[in-house]
C-alpha cells in the first residue's frame, strides 16, 4: 500500500471505485485527516484521462457550498495522479437506504441539501453527470442532518475546450434518458438522477432497476416509474407522488428546470398538508442563464420587525391580528407567501402578548410548514422559556399532530421531537 503522497501521509485505505481508490492520509502540516483520491494506472494511461482528472480538480475546486465536499489539492507524485479533499465523517446515502434508518421526511430533506449543493455547481458551469446514493454523504452531528456530494471525478465544464460531448459516464440506474440516448446532459440530467434517488430512498427500491444493463435501459427510456406505496409516505405530503412524477419525466422540459426549483418542492412536500400544484409546475421556465439569481432569504431571528413594531399597539389589535384558528388548521394548500405574512402576524402578536399560548402553538405550525426548521426549534425554546404551558400548545390540534408520541410518529427531526418531547415531559 501507498505510505505517502506529495506532503501527505496515507493512513489506510478507505474505498476503491472504477477511476481509482481512496486513502485516508494525514497533513503533517496543518494536522489534519483528508480523503485522499488516487486514481488508478490504468485509467490514468493517455492524456485524455489526465486531462479528465485535471478537469475534476478544476471543477470541484471551484465550488463552495456546504453540501459540497471541499477540495483541497491535486497533484502527481512519480506519475500517480492524486486529489486530496475534506474527509467527511457520516454514513454513504446507499447505506442508509439498504438499512432502512431515514425516515420519509429525513429523505426529503436530504435531497433538498444535494440540490442545494447542485444549484452551486450548476451556476458555476459544472454538471456532475453521477450522482448516485454512493455519491452523497449523510452527516448526523446530534442535532441536524447534513448532506455532502462527493466525487465531481465525471463532472464536466461548460463550454470547455476539451470535450467529451457523445460519451457516457456514469451509472446506468441514474442516467437521465436523453443522456443514454445522446451523451449530452444538462443541469435536468442531474435533476432526473435526484428523482431516482427519491424513488429508492422511499421505497428501497430502484423505479427502473432490471436484470441487466439492457434492461436498465429500456425501462429508463420507456418505461414510467412505479407508484409509491402508501407507507412510504408516512409523514409527508401524498403528492409526492407528483413530485416524483415530473422529477422522472423522460423530456427534460417536462421536468424541473433548475435544482432551485426541486429543492423547494422537496422541502414543501415536507408538510402533510403541502399539495401539488400542477398550473405552477406547467408555468415552469426554461433553465435560466446568466447572473446568479439571489439567494432565497434565510429564516433569521423571529424576533425581527416584530419587536420593532410590537409595543406600540394595544393588546385589544394583537388579539385582531393574529389569523384566526379555522384559518390556520385548514388543510387546504396555503401558499409560502400567506404563510409568511401569518407567521409575521403571529410574531407580532406575541410580542405584545408573549402569554399567547395559541398564538405560539400556531407559530410553531406556520413554522412547521414553511419548513424552518432552525426557526421551529428558536420558536419552541422561545415558548417553553416564557412559561407557556405544554398542554396549552397542544390545545391547538394540528401543534399536538407535530408529535403524537402514543401513535408512535414524528413529523419532526429528531433534535426536534426529543426537544419536543423534553419540554411536554416538564
Same mark, same amino acid.
Given at each position: ?12 485505505? !478507505?474505498?476503491?471505485g472504477s477511476m481509482g481508490d481512496v486513502y485516508v492520509g494525514r497533513d503533517p502540516i496543518l494536522g489534519r485527516e483528508v480523503a485522499i483520491k488516487v486514481i488508478q494506472a490504468a485509467a490514468a494511461a493517455g492524456?485524455?484521462?489526465? /486531462? ?24 502527481? /507524485? ?17 447505506? !442508509? ?7 420519509? &421526511? ?20 459544472? !454538471? ?5 446514493? =454512493?455519491?452523497?454523504?449523510?452527516? &448526523? ?18 463550454? $470547455? ?27 435536468? =440530467? ?24 439492457? =434492461? ?14 402508501? %407507507? ?15 422529477? !422522472? ?9 433548475? %435544482? ?13 398538508? &403541502?399539495? &401539488? ?47 384566526? /384558528? ?14 409568511? $405574512?401569518t407567521r409575521r402576524q403571529l410574531l407580532q402578536a406575541i410580542e405584545i402578548d408573549p402569554g399567547n399560548a395559541k398564538a405560539h402553538a400556531m407559530l410553531l405550525v406556520t413554522l412547521y410548514r414553511l419548513g ?12 417553553? /422559556?416564557?412559561?407557556?404551558?405544554? =398542554? ?15 401513535a408512535g410518529t414524528c413529523r419532526l427531526p429528531l433534535e426536534l421531537h426529543q426537544e419536543f418531547m423534553a419540554y411536554l415531559a416538564g
Amino acid at each position: 500500500m501507498l505510505t505517502r503522497l506529495g506532503k501527505f501521509d496515507i493512513l489506510r485505505l !478507505l474505498a476503491q471505485g472504477s477511476m481509482g481508490d481512496v486513502y485516508v492520509g494525514r497533513d503533517p502540516i496543518l494536522g489534519r485527516e483528508v480523503a485522499i483520491k488516487v486514481i488508478q494506472a490504468a485509467a490514468a494511461a493517455g492524456p485524455e484521462a489526465r /486531462e479528465r482528472f485535471a478537469r475534476e480538480a478544476r471543477a470541484a475546486g471551484a465550488l463552495n457550498h456546504p453540501n459540497i465536499v471541499t477540495i483541497h489539492e491535486m497533484g502527481e /507524485e512519480q506519475g500517480v495522479l492524486y486529489l486530496a479533499m475534506e474527509l467527511v465523517k457520516g454514513e454513504d446515502l446507499g447505506t !442508509l437506504i439498504r438499512a432502512g434508518t431515514l425516515v420519509p &421526511w429525513d429523505v426529503l430533506e436530504v435531497l433538498a441539501q444535494v440540490c442545494d449543493g447542485l444549484a452551486v455547481a450548476h451556476r458555476h458551469q459544472v !454538471l456532475h453527470r453521477d450522482i448516485k446514493p =454512493s455519491n452523497i454523504r449523510v452527516l &448526523w452531528d446530534g442535532k441536524a442532518l447534513q448532506a455532502k456530494v462527493l466525487d465531481f471525478g465525471v463532472a464536466k465544464i461548460f463550454n $470547455t475546450d476539451t470535450t467529451d460531448e457523445g460519451t457516457v459516464f456514469g451509472t446506468v440506474n441514474y442516467m437521465a434518458p436523453e443522456y443514454l440516448q445522446s451523451g449530452r446532459a444538462d443541469a435536468r =440530467s442531474d435533476l432526473f438522477a435526484v428523482g431516482v434517488i427519491l424513488h429508492e430512498a422511499l421505497t428501497g427500491e430502484q423505479p427502473f432497476d432490471g436484470p441487466s444493463p439492457g =434492461s436498465v435501459i429500456y425501462r429508463l427510456l420507456h418505461d414510467l416509474p412505479p407508484p409509491l406505496p402508501p %407507507a412510504a409516505l408516512r409523514g409527508i405530503s401524498r403528492d409526492v407522488q407528483s413530485l416524483l412524477n415530473r422529477a !422522472l419525466a423522460k423530456d427534460p422540459l417536462n421536468r424541473f428546470q433548475t %435544482a432551485e426549483d426541486l429543492a423547494e418542492a422537496l422541502r414543501s412536500a415536507k408538510d402533510p398538508t &403541502w399539495r &401539488w400544484d400542477p398550473e405552477r409546475a406547467a408555468a415552469a421556465p426554461p433553465p435560466r442563464p446568466g447572473p446568479d439569481r439571489p439567494a432565497a432569504k434565510a429564516a433569521g431571528d423571529e424576533s425581527g420587525s416584530a419587536r420593532a413594531r410590537g409595543g406600540t399597539l394595544p393588546r385589544r389589535i394583537a388579539a385582531e391580528t393574529a389569523p384566526s /384558528e379555522e384559518v390556520m388548521l385548514s388543510r387546504a394548500e396555503v401558499r409560502k407567501d400567506v404563510l409568511e $405574512t401569518t407567521r409575521r402576524q403571529l410574531l407580532q402578536a406575541i410580542e405584545i402578548d408573549p402569554g399567547n399560548a395559541k398564538a405560539h402553538a400556531m407559530l410553531l405550525v406556520t413554522l412547521y410548514r414553511l419548513g424552518w426548521m432552525d426557526a421551529l426549534m428558536q420558536s419552541l425554546r422561545r415558548a417553553r /422559556e416564557g412559561g407557556i404551558p405544554p =398542554s396549552s400548545l397542544l390545545e391547538v390540534p394540528r401543534c399536538a399532530q407535530l408529535v403524537d408520541e402514543e401513535a408512535g410518529t414524528c413529523r419532526l427531526p429528531l433534535e426536534l421531537h426529543q426537544e419536543f418531547m423534553a419540554y411536554l415531559a416538564g
